[in-house]
């Protein structure tokens, strides 16, 4: 799954984007509304990305094929051609790039947010 080759690409469609949502809807024009609206939108790709992560991990997996385990002894309608232990686990969803996509995004506009923290806490 390609979400976007150029990952500087995105960042920059990232700060059009904040810049767009900064002008429509910004109470105040400020350094300080523009890091909040920074701020959301890189909490978003890290909270994605972490989660993405830990699933790619394995975290879920044992998990799941206990729920599946117990849903097929448990089921009162069995279907004998489903069988719970062909289905893939969360792990095996998506690739490692795909979370490495969300962390990378969420780290770069992280550090854009604390390059302008520190503009505005020295002026």
Wanted: aromatic share 22%; proline share 2%; charged share 15%.
């Amino acid at each position: 799954m390609v979400i976007v080759r150029n990952k500087w690409g995105l960042f920059g469609i990232n700060l059009l984007l904040i810049g767009l949502l900064f002008i429509l809807f910004a109470p105040a024009y400020n350094l300080i509304t523009f890091i909040d609206l920074l701020f959301y939108l890189s909490f978003f790709y890290l909270f994605v990305g972490l989660l993405l992560w830990i699933i790619k991990g394995g975290f879920f997996d044992a998990i799941t094929y206990s729920f599946r385990k117990v849903t097929n002894r448990v089921a009162k309608n069995k279907d004998y051609l489903d069988d719970f232990e062909d289905k893939p686990l969360p792990s095996q969803m998506f690739k490692k790039k795909f979370a490495y996509f969300f962390l990378f995004q969420g780290a770069i506009l992280l550090a854009a947010l604390i390059v302008l923290l520190v503009v505005y806490y020295q002026g």
